[in-house]
């Protein structure tokens, strides 16, 4: 999958979800808004940003103002996946002032967790422009927000690995230990995905060159170096030689990412991009 904004998710398959944070918050009612202020009433409210980052989740938001009110009034300033700065005004919403301000705490922690893991993106990706490596998401991912945070990873310039155990085949070790090696676990791979009549790309990870030896022999789509040192990634991307596509994973971080990219392999996995984020710190204000 590509990156920024060619992709955005269907919000109505996460109703499900979406229904239940607004009844987890809700419960049987707004009892702060409902007892100071009118049913009828019409407020406005702005987002407004507090610090510097790339913005996620304004569709996802006008999608949530709406669904709990029919009839709010949303207006975006900025676009999903744009550096916004400090004192920046990213949307605007009017509607009834009770359920604006039921929207807003579903709204922003939405929107500070996905800015949060595009601005990381961003600056990762900024790191490696130099090179020819893109980087990956992992499925190391919040439950019930993947499609979001993936989604988010785009809009930081990122790139996704699979969604899930469905729309891949990667032989991680376990598979491979359990299979008796590479070579009878891609045959086996193989001859199920006949079986099945579906077409999916092949990925291994390998533990050491004699692995990755092993991987080439039967022609996979993609090699995995995982937790390869940079000598030896180095010395895997040149006996791979372009005969399928690289990937390094396995505890690559900032300060290693540069490293890596400037060995040639063609993509960077990094779970931190979704399981270790600092939330941007944005605030929905009435005017």
Not at 90 to 114: A, P
Request: aromatic residues 6%.
């Amino acid at each position: 999958m590509t990156a920024k904004e060619d992709f955005v998710p269907n919000f109505s398959l996460l109703d499900p979800q979406i229904e239940f944070a607004i009844a987890e918050d809700i419960g049987d009612g707004d009892h702060s808004a409902l007892s100071c202020l009118s049913t009828k009433s019409q407020g406005r409210i702005k987002l407004l940003m507090k610090e510097d980052g790339i913005i996620a989740g304004i569709a996802l938001a006008e999608y949530i103002f709406q669904k709990i009110d029919t009839t709010a009034n949303f207006d975006a300033v900025a676009k999903d996946g744009q550096w916004v700065t400090a004192g920046s005004i990213v949307f605007t919403v009017k509607g009834n002032t009770i359920k604006l301000l039921q929207s807003e705490r579903l709204v922003l922690n939405y929107m500070q967790r996905l800015s949060g893991i595009a601005t990381k993106t961003h600056h990762m990706v900024q790191l490696i422009r130099h090179t020819s490596s893109r980087l990956l998401d992992t499925r190391k991912t919040t439950p019930g927000l993947r499609v979001l945070e993936k989604w988010a990873v785009r809009l930081g310039g990122g790139h996704n690995h699979r969604m899930g155990l469905h729309d891949m085949v990667m032989l991680k070790d376990n598979h491979i230990d359990f299979a008796g090696g590479i070579g009878p676990a891609v045959a086996q791979v193989r001859q199920y995905l006949r079986e099945q009549q579906k077409e999916l790309a092949i990925e291994v990870e390998t533990r050491n060159i004699q692995e990755v030896q092993e991987a080439l022999a039967v022609k996979v789509d993609r090699i995995m170096l995982d937790n390869f040192d940079i000598a030896t990634t180095k010395e895997a991307v040149a006996l791979i030689g372009g005969h399928c596509e690289v990937e390094s994973s396995g505890g690559i971080t900032e300060r290693t990412l540069i490293s890596f990219a400037e060995c040639g392999v063609d993509y960077i996995s990094v779970g931190a991009l979704t399981h270790h984020i600092k939330g941007l710190d944005m605030s929905l204000k009435a005017y």
